[in-house]
């Protein structure tokens, strides 16, 4: 009885807070101007299916044998990002030609090495103070007992590949004189299969500082397509996109509705989904922070976590619409007159 006087308590505020809220998200909407529409859909086509096949075939080859934190192989895996980005002409946030955030073993533990965070860096022209963070983790669970090697194509290959042609991208606009208005900080993260450790040491030791920190695009698994999409592979799904922000959610919308027709899947965004994906990517220590997030993943496939999770397995047609999404919402948000805000936090 006490339970449900208390729902419909509820349920009455719930009804007078609605009509408030649809004239908010009807102005939200409104106010939404996309920037220089034919410049992002012109670099959005920069990023292609062929570059990203390219590029992933080298990060998920045996020779990276699993990228386990520490290892050899996530040195040479860091080392191939790094002269990427040196052969782009792209800096990083650090002096010179370091790359690289030390993330000492005393922090990861004590069963592995010191490991890296890498960094690029694509200056604003008129807020540079304001940072735009888009992420994915570079590691994966190296070697099986057996020898298998775990090439972690899809996980997380595919965000990683995606960051490298979205900064060549932004790169490109910059060099023509379209670069964007605030910063964007491309940041591969270490150690995220043992914890999140990697976007742990970053919120603990950040290069700009968080408060100026506008929001987090973080991808974790953008390759493949899931078993309930079979048939229609125009998908993804999006996580914590109205957790910390409302207008984040409703400029993703926007930017998606006006360049690509994507199926934005909020299935797992639900608080009560019982995978808790929310919590178990980088995007949630930024998002613990108030920083408002949103995560682009595919769902999980039958090669998840094992070593059969390949390059030749990945559907790069759509990777590389999922990758142009994310580019244009960025784009949108280093851009627009003024930057989000963090208004449910
Ligand atoms: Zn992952």
Request: proline share 4%; charged share 25%; hydrophobic share 35%.
């Amino acid at each position: 009885m006490k339970f449900l006087l208390y729902a419909s308590a509820l349920s009455f505020v719930g009804s007078c807070a609605t009509i408030s809220h649809k004239e908010k998200i009807q102005e939200i909407t409104d106010n939404i101007t996309i920037e220089q529409p034919n410049k992002i859909l012109e670099y959005a086509n920069t990023i292609t299916a062929a570059e990203l096949e390219h590029n992933l075939y080298i990060f998920s080859s045996d020779a990276f044998k699993g990228r386990k934190v520490g290892s050899p192989g996530q040195k040479l895996a860091v080392n191939f990002l790094k002269n990427y980005y040196i052969s782009e002409g792209i800096p990083s946030p650090f002096e010179g030609t370091n790359y690289f955030q030390i993330v000492p073993k005393s922090f990861i533990g004590s069963d592995y090495n010191d490991s890296e965070n890498v960094l690029a860096f694509v200056k604003g022209s008129k807020n540079p103070e304001d940072i735009i963070i888009i992420s994915a983790h570079h590691d994966h669970k190296g070697i099986e007992k057996d020898g298998e090697i775990n090439n972690g194509a899809d996980d997380d290959g595919s965000g990683t590949v995606a960051l490298l042609e979205m900064a060549q991208a932004f790169k490109k606009a910059k060099d023509e004189g379209y670069g964007p208005k605030r910063s964007i900080l491309f940041l591969h993260l270490t150690a995220e299969e043992i914890g999140l450790l990697g976007s742990h040491y970053y919120i603990q030791n950040p290069i700009f500082p968080l408060t100026n920190t506008i929001a987090n695009l973080n991808i974790d698994m953008i390759g493949r397509v899931d078993k309930y999409h079979k048939d229609h592979t125009n998908y993804i799904y999006l996580i914590g996109s109205d957790r910390l922000s409302t207008e984040l959610h409703y400029i993703s919308e926007t930017v998606n509705a006006t360049f690509f027709n994507l199926e934005l899947n909020y299935k797992y965004n639900s608080e009560n989904e019982h995978n808790r994906y929310y919590y178990r990517s980088d995007h949630y220590n930024f998002a613990q922070k108030g920083i408002p997030v949103i995560f682009y993943f595919n769902g999980e496939h039958e090669d998840y976590h094992l070593p059969t999770d390949t390059p030749d397995k990945i559907n790069y047609p759509v990777l590389e619409k999922r990758t142009r999404l994310i580019f244009a919402t960025a784009w949108q948000l280093a851009n627009q007159e003024k930057a989000i805000i963090a208004d449910k936090y």
